[in-house]
């Protein structure tokens, strides 16, 4: 919120969403959102919305509507809380459980574009409280401004794991159970 860019915030919320559906098998079928702040705001409205249609269409799924409360004494001026919802489809013998998980399968590791939604709570405490950062500090470790860096939407995995579904079309499993140990060899990793 202070950096004043909100497109980030509504894909964000779309990614994480679609990528919570996907670790079950289930493609994204459509997204509804909640909106709520002290006094509506029509360009912040519209960065989001927009932020939430373009992460929607880019993981397949339509965003269908929402509901927008405007809520005078509840929100502090320029506050806002966004939720979503999302509904998506698997077949009842495709639903990934782990139960299916067996010594040999392969492990699937997908990249990360830096952290994820619940860790930016920690990341803006540590940043912004203890190491008493402004938005626009340049981070040398990170290559960015630190608010720009925080504002990057995690991956939606949807499109990567699509190109990995096994013959008959189902998903590939991406869960295992706790008894699996897998076998991680990070030599196997091309370097950064």
Known sequence: MAMGVHSTVGGDLVNHCVNDILVQGAEP????????????????IEQLVDGMSRAC??????????ETAEMPGFYSLGEYDLAGFIVGIVERKNILTGKNVKPGDTLLALP?????????????????????????TYVAEVGNKIGAELLKPHLCY???????????????????????????????????
Do not use: Q, W
Request: aromatic letters at 8%; a positive charge.
């Open 29 to 44: 079928l459509f997204f509804l959102d909640y909106l709520a702040m002290g006094k509506l705001e029509p360009n912040v």
């Open 57 to 66: 269409r880019k993981a397949g799924c339509a965003l269908i509507g929402g």
């Open 112 to 136: 990360s574009a830096g952290l994820h939604t619940n860790g930016y709570s920690l990341a803006r405490k540590l940043a912004f409280e203890v190491a008493k950062l402004k938005p626009d």
């Open 158 to 192: 949807a499109p990567a794991v699509k190109i990995f579904s096994t013959k008959d079309g189902s998903p590939p499993s991406l869960t295992s159970p706790a008894a699996a140990s897998p076998a991680i060899s990070l030599a196997s990793f091309p370097a950064a």
